[in-house]
């Protein structure tokens, strides 16, 4: 926080993030509403992060070669006339799952270059010796405005209905527009010839593959953001249909996997640099899915909440150690493109899960489909042990 830079654009992220998890809050809950469908979530998530599948490898190209404030500053643009269009939509009754599925196609199309701007953008706002330090702190916010966002989200949903919370969060996006514009940064040139096209994301594979850290890393992020991660699509279900819970309570259960999550970027935050990082990646694998597995068999919704907080500590916990060591271990002339890597993993997998949980969910039920994913998330843990043992070490 002593950098200027990294202060404004942490307090745009504070108003904007918490304006997003809104939408997340009553969108996810407007689709439920429409369609009845589990499945119906699941493809909403799937066709937010499928273009991120698709073009995000391409990206990263784009983030090593423009300058990444740039490029921020016109993806969140294109996310606030997103939100204003799903408000408009809303408001005037025209709303229909086909536009939720659309809009979320567009929204996904900008993540495909937001993510891997933004996490590369971390390191020019503070550098690489407290890039851990402004990863933990940029996780709090996110997982800060997680468990305020999804309350008023529902909060508003309840009172005013799902339009809502689309407009709030379109107007919370001038936060970090402004936060961006105020953002000063001294240009230093490149040693590198700028990367182009295909060539370019050629070269950032290349070391991905040659690099067995930087493949472990990223390789476990695919398998869990399948497996794993994604059982959250499944919460208006649970919500709605095992607890008897509204709109209100569908936030709340959100916000208690954005309290662990808080908690893990805090901690983080607190712990700064040094070694047995990978030990710890190594441990909240574990966590994650004794967290799943708790919600899976919960039998009150005290239990549902604890063992939500223990899951989200254990995913934003992995997610801050994973973001950190491959931006530390990555070239400065590739890091976009091998960033670009992680986010596809993680954004570009997360849709595949998203559906197979959905599904999982609409068949066997979603306390069922919870239960899979714990025990997939359990097996992933164990074979990472024996796939990439270098992971440990880092």
């Known amino acids: 926080m002593r950098h200027r830079n990294f202060r404004l654009f942490f307090f745009g992220q504070l108003v904007s993030l918490t304006g997003s998890w809104m939408q997340t809050t009553a969108q996810q809950w407007l689709a439920y509403r429409l369609t009845g469908s589990q499945l119906s979530l699941g493809v909403i998530t799937f066709a937010s992060f499928v273009p991120v599948l698709i073009l995000s490898l391409f990206m990263g190209v784009i983030v090593d070669r423009f300058p990444r404030r740039r490029l921020l500053l016109i993806t969140q643009t294109w996310f606030m006339l997103l939100a204003l269009a799903l408000a408009w939509l809303t408001l005037t009754g025209r709303v229909t799952y086909n536009h939720l599925v659309i809009l979320s196609l567009l929204l996904g199309v900008g993540n495909a270059l937001d993510m891997p701007a933004r996490q590369a953008f971390l390191a020019d706002l503070v550098g690489r010796?407290?890039?851990?330090?402004?990863?933990?702190?940029?996780?709090?916010?996110?997982?800060?405005?997680?468990?305020?966002?999804?309350?008023?989200?529902?909060?508003?949903?309840?009172?005013?209905?799902?339009?809502?919370?689309?407009?709030?969060?379109?107007?919370?996006?001038?936060?970090?527009?402004?936060?961006?514009?105020?953002?000063?940064?001294?240009?230093?040139?490149?040693?590198?010839?700028?990367?182009?096209?295909?060539?370019?994301?050629?070269?950032?594979?290349?070391?991905?593959?040659?690099?067995?850290?930087?493949?472990?890393?990223?390789?476990m992020v695919a398998l869990f953001s399948v497996m794993g991660y994604?059982?959250?699509?499944?919460?208006?279900?649970?919500?709605?249909?095992?607890?008897?819970?509204?709109?209100?309570?569908?936030?709340?259960?959100?916000?208690?996997?954005?309290?662990?999550?808080?908690?893990?970027?805090?901690s983080l935050a607190v712990r700064g640099e040094g070694r047995g990082k990978g030990r710890l990646l190594?441990?909240?694998?574990?966590?994650?899915?004794?967290?799943?597995?708790?919600?899976?068999?919960?039998?009150?919704?005290?239990?549902?909440?604890?063992?939500?907080?223990?899951?989200?500590?254990?995913?934003?916990?992995?997610?801050?150690?994973?973001?950190?060591?491959?931006?530390?271990?990555?070239?400065?002339?590739?890091?976009?493109?091998?960033?670009?890597?992680?986010?596809?993993?993680?954004g570009g997998f997360w849709p595949l899960g998203a559906l197979l949980m959905g599904t999982l969910g609409d068949r066997l039920g979603a306390a069922a489909a919870t239960g899979i994913a714990a025990g997939g998330s359990a097996i992933l843990a164990g074979l990472g042990l024996l796939w990439f043992p270098e992971t440990g070490e880092l």
């Open 230 to 266: 994604p059982y959250n699509v499944l919460l208006p279900a649970l919500a709605r249909d095992t607890y008897g819970l509204g709109a209100e309570g569908f936030g709340a259960l959100m916000a208690a996997m954005g309290v662990g999550a808080l908690v893990a970027g805090i």
């Open 129 to 219: 010796d407290q890039l851990l330090n402004a990863i933990a702190l940029n996780s709090s916010v996110f997982n800060g405005t997680r468990i305020v966002g999804p309350a008023l989200g529902g909060l508003a949903v309840a009172l005013w209905g799902e339009a809502a919370a689309f407009l709030l969060n379109g107007v919370s996006y001038l936060a970090v527009l402004v936060g961006l514009l105020g953002v000063r940064l001294a240009l230093t040139p490149s040693d590198h010839p700028p990367a182009r096209g295909w060539a370019g994301v050629g070269e950032g594979l290349r070391h991905l593959g040659a690099d067995r850290r930087l493949l472990g890393l990223v390789s």
């Open 282 to 346: 190594l441990m909240n694998r574990w966590l994650f899915s004794a967290g799943a597995a708790g919600l899976a068999l919960s039998p009150s919704l005290t239990v549902a909440f604890v063992a939500l907080a223990v899951s989200g500590y254990a995913v934003i916990t992995q997610l801050a150690i994973t973001n950190t060591l491959i931006q530390q271990t990555a070239p400065d002339h590739l890091r976009g493109r091998i960033v670009s890597g992680y986010t596809w993993a993680l």
